[in-house]
Each structure stands twice: as structure tokens, then as C-alpha cells.
């Protein structure tokens, strides 16, 4: 009876132990997202606004009209680029639709390696779950820059909703087999999955087959 007792303390130690180096992972990977985005602010956009300040500092009254053309064409560029920011720290749509926040997700995967054929089967009705929303599209984006560059030749994603039930479905086809089963073998995928189970209290699942590697993401809806 006393060793029964044991048994539950001991499986959640073990339990945190293998853990630890997903959690450690996770962070690491959050932690590289916001390094570069606030790389991209101070390099790339305010070291634009700075020079444009100092265009508009020099530039004499008799030119500031000629120059306006140039400037506008830089202000749109600048705003194109925060509102890209802006999407990268919190996608669009994530508080309405899920389905939604995935086409857009998918749609700069797209614009980034058009060389890669995507298909995908979303559903046009969706529950509302902000916060189940914004960990399924980390979890996608991540899993996204794990397995597709360089050398994924396609992929498609389908998310279903069963009742109370919801389920993502990957599938990445690679040149050969050799490949696939170097990528199906990273150890990341698996920090990913027990990260995906541990905050949705979910269920994932991976294969291999050939030159193809399947995930299945499962978890419960409200």
C-alpha cells in the first residue's frame, strides 16, 4: 500500500524531468522571435525614420515639394512594414476566426517559398477560442520553419472540427525518402509536440512514410 502512494509523486517528477528540455526550447525559440523583431525595428524601420527626418531636416523650402513624391513613397513602405510587425507579434484574426488567422499564416509561407505547392482545407465556421487560436498558429509557424526550408517540395494543412473535438492535420512531401527521415528525426519536433500537449492538454501524433511525414494535433473545444 505505502509503494501505491509512491507511485503518482514519482510519475509526475519524471513527468516535469522530461519536460524540462521542451520547456527550455520553447522559451529559447520565444525568446529568438522577439530578438528579431526588435532587431527589425531598430535596423531596419527606425533607421529609416531617422533618415527620413534628416532628409526633411536639410532639404530646402524650394525643394520640399519635389521631394514630397519620393517621401510619400517611403512613409507607404514604412507602413506597410509596421503593420507587417504588427501581424508577426499578433496575427490578424485570432480573435475571430481561427480558420481565418490560418489562411493568412499560410499565405506568407506561401509568398516566402512559392516554389513549394500548398494546399489547404479549412472549415468556414469556427467556435471562438483567442486563446487555443494563438498557441495552434506559434505551434503551425514553428512546425512550418522546422520542416518545410530548404528542401520541401510540398505540403497541406487541413484543420476539422468534430462536435467538441478539433484536429490539425500536416503532410510534407520531400524529394526522397533519405530526407524526410532526416527531418522527421529532429529532435525539436519532439520538444514541439510535448509543448503542444503540455499548454492544450492535447494529443499529436507523427509518421513517416517514405518520403512524406504526416502530424496529427488534437485537443478538446469548450
Known amino acids: 500500500m505505502a509503494f501505491s502512494h509512491l507511485i503518482a509523486p514519482i510519475y509526475r517528477f519524471v513527468s516535469r524531468l522530461d519536460a524540462q528540455p521542451a520547456w527550455q526550447w520553447w522559451e529559447d525559440r520565444r525568446a529568438l522571435r522577439l530578438k528579431r523583431q526588435a532587431e527589425q525595428i531598430r535596423d531596419d524601420l527606425l533607421q529609416e525614420l531617422f533618415t527620413m527626418r534628416r532628409s526633411l531636416e536639410l532639404a530646402a523650402p524650394d525643394q520640399f515639394s519635389k521631394a514630397s513624391p519620393g517621401w510619400l ?4 513602405k514604412l507602413q506597410r512594414s509596421l503593420e507587417q510587425l504588427g501581424h508577426q507579434i ?16 499560410l499565405k506568407q509561407w506561401e509568398n516566402r ?8 482545407d479549412l472549415p468556414s465556421h469556427w467556435q471562438q477560442q483567442p ?3 494563438r498557441l495552434v498558429i506559434t505551434i503551425l509557424d514553428e512546425l512550418l520553419q522546422l520542416v518545410l526550408p530548404p528542401h520541401a517540395v510540398s505540403f497541406q494543412v487541413k484543420l476539422a472540427c468534430h462536435q467538441t473535438a478539433a484536429e490539425l492535420m500536416i503532410q510534407v512531401n520531400y524529394p526522397n525518402s533519405a530526407t524526410s527521415s532526416e527531418v522527421c528525426h529532429l529532435v525539436e519536433l519532439t520538444y514541439l509536440e510535448r509543448v503542444f ?5 492535447g494529443q499529436s501524433d507523427r509518421w513517416l512514410q517514405r518520403e512524406v511525414i504526416i502530424w496529427h494535433f488534437g485537443w ?3
Request: glycine share 0%.
Open 131 to 133: 486563446e487555443h487560436n
Open 197 to 201: 500537449q503540455m499548454l492544450l492538454s
Open 90 to 105: 499578433s496575427s490578424p484574426y485570432i480573435e475571430e476566426s481561427l480558420p481565418l488567422a490560418l489562411q493568412y499564416l
Open 113 to 120: 517559398y512559392p516554389e513549394v505547392r500548398m494546399t489547404i
Open 220 to 222: 478538446q473545444l469548450p
Open 73 to 76: 513613397d517611403q512613409v507607404e
